[in-house]
Every structure is written in C-alpha cells, then in structure tokens.
C-alpha cells in the first residue's frame, strides 16, 4: 500500500528555514520520483520542486531555487525539503506526492504526473 505522509511544518518568522520530511512506504525511490507541492488559501497547488528516481537529479521552481534544497534518504525511506529565507508568499500547505512514472527519467513537477499525494504540513511564515 502506497502511503507518503509529510511532517515539520510550523511557524516561522521571516527568513527562518524549516525542514519538511516526506515518509514514503508501498515503493521504492528507485522506481518512483516524488516531488514537492504547496497550496496556500485561495490558490491553487503548485510544484516546488522534485527529486528523480532515475539519477538523483533534482529541480526546483523559481520561487525556490536558491532558497529550498530537497534531498533523500533512502534507508530511511524519507524525502526532505529543507527551506531557507522563508517568505510571507512561502505561507501554505506543503504535500509530497509521487510520480505515476515508473523509472521515468527525470522529474517533473506537473500535478497531473503525481498519483499519490500525503495529508498536507502547514508552513506559516509570519512575525
């Protein structure tokens, strides 16, 4: 049973950095890429950035290049986004879902590839 469940959102000042952890089950990140999306009130979902089964290779929105890292543990079956100079605009829900695409080549962080998508972790950013 496929199952990704996110966890380490909170509040945040500006400019302070969270680390969000997506605990994946049911697959293996050799065959699956996962990615990274937020939606914040009134919006809709957008990709932050995603993480390739193929070769590690990574890629990252606008909004987070140079300020979100996503990295991986596959002994501990977890996908991490580490977020710095967090934003006011950063403010949503973050979920982490995994690509329909079985030993795709590289990554995509288009909603409609994803298949599989965790509960949601609420980032807010606010002083």
């Known amino acids: 049973q496929v199952q990704l469940v996110e966890s380490g959102g909170g509040l945040v000042q500006p400019g302070g950095s969270l680390r969000l952890s997506c605990e994946y089950s049911?697959?293996?990140?050799?065959?699956?890429?996962i990615g990274w999306f937020r939606q914040a009130p009134g919006k809709e979902r957008e990709g932050v950035s995603c993480i390739s089964s193929s070769d590690g290779t990574t890629y990252y929105t606008d909004s987070a290049k140079g300020r979100f890292t996503i990295s991986r543990n596959n002994a501990m079956n977890t996908v991490y986004l580490q977020m710095s100079s967090l934003e006011p605009d950063d403010t949503a829900v973050y979920y982490c879902a995994r690509d329909s695409r079985k030993r795709g080549f590289g990554c995509y962080v288009h909603k409609s590839l994803y298949d599989y998508w965790g509960q949601g972790t609420q980032v807010t950013v606010s002083s």
């Open positions: 049911g697959f293996s990140l050799d065959d699956y890429s």
